[in-house]
């Protein structure tokens, strides 16, 4: 436990280094000049991470194991600061916030649309926009903490910030809106601006040092001496489930995206950057509807499959908002596709009483084909927290996706978007599961994993 006497500052450490964008980035600014949903933007206007949301993002991603949480408690409220009615105490580090250091990140304007669960069609005025930071982007990172001269307190913040180095270079961190469709993905690159430094308060040289903000490169901590320095990372709770699956495209995909060049067809597949993308909304848009499908077809109670769902993938009530808004489990990251070939198709629109064409029904769209080459793609499907019962639903959705009954994407009706498994892993309660295309080299142990948690789902309600 913590010392009741007066702690003096012994020293500081100062983390320095770049954040990228492994993923496309949303932080709103809460205006919609430019679309239903503006990114930040600071004087410049260039986008910037606030201290403020990438602290909140830390507190809340840094959980730790239970022993560890018990036998640090005081240390925590400490090391993030708090106040308790009369009482508090200010966090023992600071944070500037993240600033762009690229001269021109790109921020483009995305479509999103909100599809009615029932009938599978866009809801009426169920359209909408909001702008993205494209992957790619990087910010600079400066943090700076604080430890006492007792040694309880010094060992637990150079712990913290061995945690927090780690979790960064892991890219275990997600930032912003969206997070769930792969949005907000960032790291911490080893670059020249990355680097640990240590002022020790008892030698006077490091004072001097501190206070003249002097970057010597002798105080850098090596990278393979960090944890010899600071100590091994804390151990953060994860009961995730991951699935990784690699898929072939069977024939065609596409996700419209819309140009407002008049050259342009009337629709093509969505772009990031230069890359064709399959967005992770998209994909988790598909799974949720085939989850609630599966649901509802084991005939569970009144409410019970609706809660299963909303509890799962999320759900915000237009009426009410915020107020009874829950975060969904499921995180669907963005895929990059492979160099597919886009072609552009001229379609009709047809009459279904006189099977004749519909006036001005003339449309074009490009969607993506395949070619001769065997390209393959991998999804990767995370569920945080993850339940058993959620676990066997997951694993039913990836079956009817792994044998094309699961198509994704827009044109479903004339077979675009359906896929075909090749392999896949399930990382889960401390075991991976290996699955090929035929299903043939999964042990039987396995197998009886699998089905258990097919079983907690019928068993649940």
Same mark, same amino acid.
């Given at each position: 436990?913590?010392?009741n ?5 012994k ?8 954040i ?16 239903d ?21 830390l ?5 730790l ?16 600061g ?25 921020i ?14 866009? &809801? =009426? ?7 993205i930071?494209?992957? /790619?982007?990087v910010? =600079? ?8 001269d ?13 945690? *927090?180095?780690? &979790? ?21 690159? &080893?670059?020249?601006?990355?680097a *640990?430094r240590?002022f020790?308060?008892s ?5 001097? =040092?501190?206070l003249?903000?002097?970057?010597l ?9 960090? *944890?010899?320095?600071?100590?091994e990372?804390?151990?953060? %709770? ?29 629709s093509?597949? *969505?772009?990031?950057?230069?890359d064709?993308?399959?967005? /992770? ?12 499908? #599966? ?13 299963? #769902?909303?509890?799962?993938? /999320? ?16 995180? %669907?990251?963005e895929?990059?596709?492979p ?36 390209? $393959? ?26 044998t ?15 896929f075909?498994?090749v ?18 080299n999964? $042990?039987e ?5 699998l089905?258990?948690?097919?079983? $907690?789902?019928?068993?649940? /309600?």
């Open positions: 436990m913590p010392e006497r007066k702690k003096n500052i020293g500081k450490i100062i983390l320095q280094g770049s990228k964008a492994l993923s496309p980035l949303h932080i709103g600014s809460g205006s919609d000049e430019r679309s949903m503006d990114v930040l933007l600071d004087e410049n206007d260039q986008p910037y991470i606030p201290a403020t949301s990438f602290i909140g993002v507190k809340r991603s840094l959980e194991k239970d022993s560890d949480k018990k036998n640090s408690k005081s240390f925590m409220d400490n090391f993030w708090y106040i308790k009615d009369k009482d508090g105490r200010q966090s023992c580090f600071c944070c500037s916030d993240l600033l762009c250091s690229n001269k021109s990140p790109k483009v304007i995305r479509d999103g649309i909100k599809i009615d669960d029932k009938t599978g069609i866009v &809801e =009426d005025m169920g359209k909408y926009d909001y702008e930071v494209e992957r /790619g982007a910010f =600079d990172l400066n943090m700076e903490f604080t430890f006492t007792t040694d309880s307190d010094e060992l637990f913040v150079k712990k913290m910030v061995s945690t *927090i180095y780690a &979790e960064l270079t892991k890219n275990n961190i997600k930032i912003g809106a969206k997070t769930n469709n792969g949005f907000g993905e960032i790291q911490l690159v &080893e670059n020249d601006k990355t *640990i240590i020790d308060f030698q006077k040289k490091d004072v001097y =040092d501190w003249v903000n002097k970057d490169n002798d105080r850098i901590i090596p990278k393979d001496q960090i *944890i010899k320095k600071l100590g990372p804390f151990e953060i %709770v994860s009961n995730r489930l991951i699935i990784d699956a690699c898929l072939k495209l069977k024939n065609s995909v596409i996700i419209r995206s819309y140009s407002n060049i008049p050259e342009m067809p009337d093509t597949h *969505i772009k990031s950057l230069d064709w993308v399959l967005t /992770g909304s998209t994909i988790k848009g598909a799974i949720r509807a085939r989850a609630n499908r #599966i649901v509802n077809t084991l005939g569970k109670s009144d409410g019970k499959s609706e809660k299963i #769902i909303k509890e799962l993938f /999320g759900h915000v009530d237009d009426k009410t908002r915020s107020k009874n808004a829950i975060k969904g489990h499921v995180l %669907v990251k895929v990059v596709l160099k597919y070939i886009a072609e552009q198709q001229t379609r009709i629109k047809i009459d279904r009483f006189t099977g004749g064409t519909i006036g001005a029904a003339l449309f074009d769209s490009m969607p993506l084909f395949v070619d001769f080459n065997d390209k $393959a793609l991998k999804i990767e499907i995370t569920v945080e927290d993850c339940k058993d019962s959620w676990a066997g639903l997951l694993l039913l959705v990836l079956k009817d996706l792994w094309g009954d699961l198509a994704v994407g827009g044109e479903k009706n004339i077979g675009r978007g359906v075909e498994g392999t896949a892993t399930v990382d889960y309660n401390n075991s991976l599961i290996e699955i090929d295309k035929d299903f043939g999964i $042990a142990k396995s197998k009886k994993m089905e258990s948690y097919v079983t $907690a789902l019928n068993q649940e /309600g």
